[in-house]
C-alpha cells in the first residue's frame, strides 16, 4: 500500500470532509471523531477504496453512514458527564445567531433527515447522488426531504426552548 497517496489525498480533503461532519452532527469534537473515524477506515480500504469511480463521493458516503450509524455503536451511549458541559459563550451578530438557530434546530431532526438536508442543500448535491450515499432510493430522499423541511419550519417557527 501507498501511504503517500492517502496522506496527500487526506490532506488535501480534510477541510471539506470537516465541514461536512460539522454540519451533520454540529459540534466540533464530535465532528473531529467522525473525520478520525472515516479516514481511519479509509486507510484500512485505501486499496479498495483507490479503485472508486468516484472517490470523494465513496468517502463522503462512509463519513454519512458513520454519522447515521453511530448511536448503534456501544462507546456511542458513554457518558462522562452527567450533563453536557456548556461551551463559552460566543458574540453574537445577527448571521452568528442565525446559524446558531439553524443548527440547533437541525440538531433537533432525526439522523437521517438532517443528513438528507445537509448533503442537498449544504453540500448542493443532487437527489441520485443522495440516495446513493445513503443507501436508498430516490424517492426516499425527497419523502425525507420534505418531512425534514416541513419539521426544521416547525421547529424554526417555534419559540426557543430555555435551556436549563
Not at 452527567?82 to 432525526?110: F, H, K, S, Y
Amino acid at each position: 500500500m501507498d501511504d503517500a497517496e492517502y496522506v496527500e489525498y487526506v490532506r488535501g480533503r480534510l477541510p471539506a470532509l470537516r465541514r461536512l461532519a460539522f454540519l451533520l452532527c454540529g459540534h466540533e469534537p464530535r465532528a473531529d471523531d467522525l473525520v478520525q473515524q472515516t479516514i481511519t477506515t479509509l486507510y484500512v480500504k485505501w486499496p479498495k477504496a483507490q479503485a472508486a469511480r468516484n472517490l470523494d463521493g465513496y468517502v463522503r458516503t462512509m463519513l454519512v453512514r458513520t454519522f447515521i450509524d453511530e448511536r448503534r455503536l456501544a462507546w456511542a451511549r458513554v457518558r462522562l458527564f452527567g450533563a453536557v458541559p456548556e461551551p463559552p459563550p460566543v458574540p453574537l451578530t445577527d448571521d452568528v445567531e442565525d446559524r446558531a438557530v439553524l443548527r440547533d434546530a437541525l440538531a433537533r431532526l432525526p439522523k437521517k433527515q438532517r443528513a438528507v438536508l445537509v448533503l442537498r442543500f449544504l453540500q448542493d448535491l443532487p437527489v441520485d447522488e443522495v440516495a446513493e450515499i445513503l443507501g436508498c432510493s430516490p424517492g426516499t430522499v425527497k419523502s425525507q426531504t420534505s418531512h425534514g423541511l416541513a419539521a426544521l419550519r416547525r421547529l424554526l417557527d417555534s419559540p426557543p426552548k430555555v435551556r436549563q
